[in-house]
């Protein structure tokens, strides 16, 4: 009979065009599946994800859901406010999802938590538990807070300080038998701060789909280059206003018939207002973004702040693009070089960025180059695959 694992989720994980977060959940627990029975324990904010069940049934043994309304998430926020600790921990905390957790956890191998919003569940309950962190959240917030607006700059100055403490505290309170992360930046920052090596904090990477590594390149490129993400996220909202008003209108001069599409769900007001202004296409949700990807010269990623591993990124280079980024995107995909497998520039220096891409427009033998050594890179170090491996030879070992 195959173990138990109950998978713990702050928020539904579905659909999965949904983020990252959604895809690392979804694709973790595919692998897990294949070993062991898991279920998932999961909060909902309302009824109609109720129809994401049925979807979500296709992955996991069991699913099981507690209603957590607006009201909860401010209420639980605003406790959290008077206890000194980080606000989205309390966001996302439901009494009675924890009062489940404590009648049912018993019925399971391993308990699975997915960031630090799950981290209050995990208390008191003495049973293999392991933390998916992802990402250094505090990390992301020092780099972010200088971009925020005036009210995220008030509750970045409350919820730094917790949030980089309750990070820390987990390692010193040894609640968990290990720990993930996205990143090995991320991992070092961590370390560095609780003054010690990590070691049961192990690097697990995202990895790409595999038809996008399989696929053969169709046709020729079109006239336009890309950018490809969440577009309600902070720092893609960021990295595309820059581009639009700082970088693209240089590339402009020297191209004036270049496009730039702006590729993604849930675009904010600020990027829809960019939309057929200076040669700018804003998309919007499409069903297959990869179809559009492909035909790209290029793709951009200039993103000014952000942490852990950025999936936009090693889905275009999967796709065999060179992808133009910052240290900023960069740094979470190890071993990817400067002009080898990716092109990296100074966001300080939006005229730089603008002649590198005019530059690497101008090259195309050194662009397909650069765009052939990242899709074999992606093959090489991130696919499922490869974090099957990690995951099963060097984690679970948890489950006695």
């Known amino acids: 009979m195959k173990k138990r694992i109950l998978m713990i989720s702050f928020r ?12 690392r959940v979804l694709n973790l627990a595919k692998i897990l599946n294949e070993r062991y029975t898991i279920d998932l324990l999961t909060l909902i904010k309302e009824d109609k994800e109720r129809r994401s069940l049925n979807d979500l049934k296709k992955i996991f043994n069991k699913v099981f859901f507690v209603k957590h309304s607006l009201k909860d998430e401010f209420f639980g926020a605003f406790k959290f406010f008077l206890f000194s600790k980080p606000l989205q921990a309390g966001y996302y905390y439901s009494p009675k999802a924890y009062q489940w957790l404590k009648n049912n956890y018993q019925n399971y191998h391993l308990l699975y938590f997915n960031t630090i919003r799950t981290v209050e569940y995990a ?45 820390i505290n987990i390692f010193k309170e040894n609640m968990f038998d290990k720990l993930f992360i996205s990143s090995g930046f991320d991992k070092k920052y961590l370390e560095e701060n609780v003054s010690h090596s990590l070691e049961d904090l192990i690097v697990l ?32 909202e960021d990295a595309v206003i820059y581009f639009s008003q700082k ?10 018939e270049l496009k730039f599409y702006i590729i993604g769900l849930n675009p904010t007001k600020r990027i ?3 939309n057929q202004k200076g040669g700018i296409k804003v998309t919007g949700f499409l069903e297959n973004p990869y179809l559009l990807l492909r035909k790209s010269k290029l793709v951009v990623a200039p993103l000014r702040f952000g942490a852990g591993i950025q999936n936009k990124i090693l889905e275009s280079m999967a ?62 170090n991130y696919t499922w695959d490869k974090i099957e491996t990690i995951l099963f030879s060097r984690i679970f070992d948890t489950i006695k």
């Open 12 to 23: 539904c994980p579905w659909p999965e065009h949904k983020g990252g977060y959604i895809l």
């Open 205 to 236: 990477p995202n990895g790409v789909k595999d038809s996008l590594l399989y696929e053969k390149k169709q046709g020729p490129e079109n006239n336009f280059i890309s950018f490809f993400g969440k577009m309600d996220y902070k720092s893609n």
């Open 123 to 167: 208390r008191e309950l003495k049973i293999p538990k392991v933390l998916d962190i992802i990402d250094a959240i505090s990390l992301n917030y020092k780099l972010s807070e200088e971009w925020q607006d005036f009210l995220w700059k008030i509750i970045y100055k409350i919820e730094i300080p917790r949030t980089f403490e309750y990070e």
């Open 247 to 256: 970088v693209f209108p240089d590339i402009r001069k020297i191209f004036p």
């Open 319 to 380: 796709l065999g693009k060179t992808v133009v980024t910052t240290e900023i995107g960069a740094r979470g995909i190890s071993g990817a070089r400067n002009k080898k497998e990716l092109l990296i520039t100074d966001f300080k220096k939006p005229k730089e960025m603008a002649r590198s891409i005019i530059d690497i427009l101008n090259n195309e033998k050194e662009k397909d180059r650069i765009g052939e050594r990242a899709k074999e890179f992606i093959f090489k």
């Open 272 to 274: 829809i207002n960019l």
